[in-house]
Nanobody
C-alpha cells in the first residue's frame, strides 16, 4: 500500500512557474514508477509525465515536453514536477500516481493515486 499526498499547487500568471511535490508513505517507494496526470474541467484525466523507479528514464506528454520536468528523490520518498512557462491551458487538478512500471502508468494510469492539487494559470 502506498499513500500519496500532493502539494505545491496554486494560482500563477501565464509564463510563470510552479513546483509540485508528491510525498509517498511506505518503504517501497523506490520500487514504483511514478507519474503525474491532470484533469481539466469537463475533460478526461490525461497523462503528463512519468519517471522510472530509479529515476533514469522520464517520459512526457507532447503538450508539456520542454516545459515540465519530473524528478524524484527516493531518499525522501518524494516525486516532483517542475512546471515552467505555464499556459492557461495547463489549468487543471494535478494528480500524482504510482505503478509498477512507466509502461503501466502511461497505458492505464496508476495503481495508487493522490487526492490532487489545483493549478490555475491566469492569462
Amino acid at each position: 500500500q502506498v499513500q500519496l499526498v500532493e502539494s505545491g499547487g496554486g494560482l500563477v500568471q501565464a509564463g510563470g512557474s510552479l513546483r509540485l511535490s508528491c510525498a509517498a508513505s511506505g518503504r517501497t517507494f523506490s520500487s514504483y514508477a511514478m507519474g503525474w496526470f491532470r484533469q481539466a474541467p469537463g475533460k478526461e484525466r490525461e497523462f503528463v509525465a512519468a519517471i522510472s523507479s530509479g529515476g533514469s528514464f522520464t517520459y512526457y506528454a507532447d503538450s508539456v515536453q520542454g516545459r515540465f520536468t519530473i524528478s524524484r528523490d527516493n531518499a525522501k520518498n518524494t516525486v516532483y514536477l517542475q512546471m515552467n512557462s505555464l499556459k492557461p491551458e495547463d489549468t487543471a487538478v494535478y494528480y500524482c500516481a504510482a505503478a509498477g512500471s512507466t509502461r503501466n502508468l502511461r497505458a492505464s494510469g496508476g495503481t495508487y493515486w493522490g487526492q490532487g492539487t489545483q493549478v490555475t494559470v491566469s492569462s
